[in-house]
């Protein structure tokens, strides 16, 4: 996913950002490597992660794995003269209920927006509620000896009710 000032990596399971780019500020005074905000490594992850809990959400775990969004290419890119991107990533619960997580990005803007719809196809409410973190684990690759390292933010705000409708 890319952006005039971002190059991201979204994974499907979830919907997380895994890596961020930042294409306009290099690594190092000098270097054409750009700066790196986000990662995923085998020894350390700092992602943004978003979703949907409560009862019937798709991140619940009591519901299973996270959700695996569907999307309709491989990459998207922010074209010349288009001012917005808008990437939909799309999953079906066993319900029928159908989730889309939409992550819009804006020319100029290093924000990155996430809108969701819900699709309620049965007769009683969904009780959902969204929820955004930054994760950020450092496993050290030397030993074992070592305990894992586990740093977490996280934004819930208060809980709704989706009505079918």
């Known amino acids: 996913m890319k952006t005039d000032v971002l190059d991201l990596t979204i994974n499907t399971r979830g919907g997380d950002v895994e890596q961020a780019l930042l ?5 190092e005074l000098g270097s054409s490597e750009p700066f790196q905000l986000l990662e995923t490594t085998p020894q350390f992850i700092y992602q943004a992660q978003s979703g949907l809990t409560g009862r019937d959400g798709p991140d619940n775990p009591a519901n299973g794995p996270r ?4 999307v309709e290419k491989d990459a998207f890119v922010l074209a ?3 001012n917005e991107l808008q990437v939909p990533m799309t999953y079906t619960d ?3 209920n159908t989730f889309t997580k939409t992550f819009v990005f804006k020319r100029g803007d290093y924000a990155v927006n996430v809108n969701y719809s819900v699709q309620n196809t049965g007769e009683k409410p969904l009780e959902i509620s969204t ?4 994760k950020a684990i450092h496993q050290p690759a030397s030993s074992s000896r070592h305990r894992q ?6 934004y ?3 809980r709704g009710i989706l009505h079918a409708g």
Not at 23 to 27: T, V
Not at 131 to 134: E, K, L, T, Y
């Open 94 to 96: 066993a319900a029928g």
């Open 131 to 134: 929820f955004g973190s930054v």
């Open 23 to 27: 294409p306009a500020y290099p690594k």
């Open 67 to 70: 959700p695996l969004y569907n």
């Open 80 to 82: 010349d003269g288009q």
């Open 149 to 154: 390292q586990q740093l977490c933010a996280a």
């Open 156 to 158: 819930v705000p208060r």
